[in-house]
């Protein structure tokens, strides 16, 4: 007969993993891809609401570049309150109202938004530095440095 301290009858549980708050990488566009997001008045409003939803829901924005007719962002999300289909819809609102102050009439938005769960720091890394170059390759400026309409607001890491 073996040693029941040796081998148990049963396996020790295992301590359960801390939930990982969820970290994204999310694009959202303007309808009909329409240039309209290269201002300094919708980056200070970006800006602003990032701040705000930080402070009232502890939504972290990362790194994040507002392309004329797109927005790429790194956002982290709490596990309770806000979800992130939330946050994105009243993103959108907020920068509208910016729009509209512009004269510039609606539909400012494309439909829904694409959003990747990252999973490892160098996923993180990789989509930035890609992200980055989008100035530089759409003949915006010389160097991804150089655009004005970029940024990082919180550090993110894993």
């Given at each position: ?25 999310v ?36 790194c ?8 790429h ?5 709490p ?17 509208g ?6 004269n ?8 829904g938004?694409?959003d990747?769960?990252?999973r ?25 440095k ?7 607001i ?5």
């Amino acid at each position: 007969m073996s040693d029941p301290s040796k081998y148990p009858r049963r396996p020790p549980r295992i301590t359960p993993f801390k939930k990982l708050v969820p970290f994204y990488f999310v694009t959202f566009n303007t309808h009909g891809r329409r240039k309209l997001l290269d201002t300094a008045e919708l980056h200070s409003a970006f800006l602003d609401f990032s701040h705000r939803a930080y402070k009232e829901y502890d939504v972290e924005v990362g790194c994040y570049i507002i392309m004329p007719d797109h927005i790429h962002l790194f956002v982290r999300i709490p596990l309770e309150g806000i979800t992130l289909k939330k946050w994105i819809q009243t993103l959108k609102a907020v920068l509208g109202k910016t729009l509209l102050s512009q004269n510039v009439e609606k539909p400012h938005w494309q439909e829904g938004f694409f959003d990747h769960l990252l999973r490892t720091p160098s996923s993180y890394g990789e989509k930035w530095h890609y992200v980055q170059q989008n100035a530089v390759r759409a003949g915006l400026c010389a160097h991804e440095k150089d655009w004005p309409y970029q940024g990082e607001i919180c550090r993110l890491s894993f």
